[in-house]
């Protein structure tokens, strides 16, 4: 069974700093992982994924993810945070030999950026 | 390309009510999804098509019927609506291919009193 675990909730950081939004996952075989945004009252957003090849994957607004395939962890980066990137983050993961299922999301890490 | 368009974006209905969310993407995309959000729950599944005539049970379906007689429309019908119903509900579609992203529609806000 395919899983993905964002351990916070609630990520705060100020204008400027880094930031980081986790996750990780569990599948049998090999992932392919997305991060979508939702900004509010609007649908999500894809913002970049992970097939193969390098493991730091860039993706819309200045965001990039690393795979770390030892630790099982796709986090969400961005060197210098905006107030515009506040929202909710939902990582994602299909399974590479499952075909087009649907992908299993997590439950979404809000993001709040402080001016 | 439009995308994917949800309607209506709102909607409240009482107890037992039933209604219908439309569903339509224009980018040809065989595979089509429906999901619910609930506050700090993430999102989760009700139903899934992989092609028109062809539609398989998500996570969460009881309450729940979804058609699939063309490959644009995705509808999803509530026959007797209860409070535990109320929700933000997504539609997805995507192409043939393991490694590609989802498409979201906007949503439909759905309360049910």
């Known amino acids: 069974a395919q899983s993905v675990a964002q351990p916070e909730d609630q990520v705060n950081v100020a204008e400027g700093n880094p930031l980081t939004v986790k996750c990780t996952y569990s599948?049998?075989?090999?992932?392919?992982l997305f991060w979508y945004v939702q900004y509010p009252n609007r649908g999500l957003q894809f913002l970049l994924k992970?097939?193969?090849?390098?493991?730091l994957v860039k993706g819309s607004y200045g965001f990039e993810a690393e795979f770390n395939k030892s630790q099982t962890s796709f986090h969400l980066k961005k060197p210098s945070a905006l107030v515009s990137d506040s929202a909710l983050y939902f990582c994602?993961?299909?399974?590479?030999?499952?075909?087009?299922?649907?992908?299993?999301f997590g439950k979404g890490t809000r993001l709040s950026v402080i001016a | 390309n439009a995308g994917v368009t949800q309607t209506p974006k709102f909607r409240i209905l009482k107890i037992g009510q039933s209604m219908t969310l439309q569903c339509t993407q224009d980018?040809?995309?065989?595979?089509m999804y429906w999901y619910r959000q609930d506050p700090g729950m993430g999102l989760k599944l009700i139903y899934y098509?992989?092609?028109?005539?062809?539609?398989d049970k998500g996570e969460v379906p009881n309450g729940y019927n979804v058609s699939r007689s063309t490959t644009e429309d995705f509808p999803l019908r509530l026959e007797l609506a209860a409070p535990s119903q109320t929700s933000v509900y997504f539609c997805?579609?995507?192409?043939?291919?393991?490694?590609?992203?989802?498409?979201f529609g906007p949503g439909t806000r759905l309360t049910v009193l």
């Open positions: 992970y097939i193969t090849g390098d493991n």
């Open positions: 997805a579609s995507t192409r043939v291919g393991s490694y590609n992203e989802q498409f």
């Open positions: 994602a993961v299909r399974d590479m030999i499952s075909g087009n299922t649907p992908l299993v």
């Open positions: 098509s992989v092609g028109a005539g062809i539609t």
């Open positions: 980018m040809n995309h065989n595979y």
């Open positions: 599948v049998s075989g090999n992932p392919y």
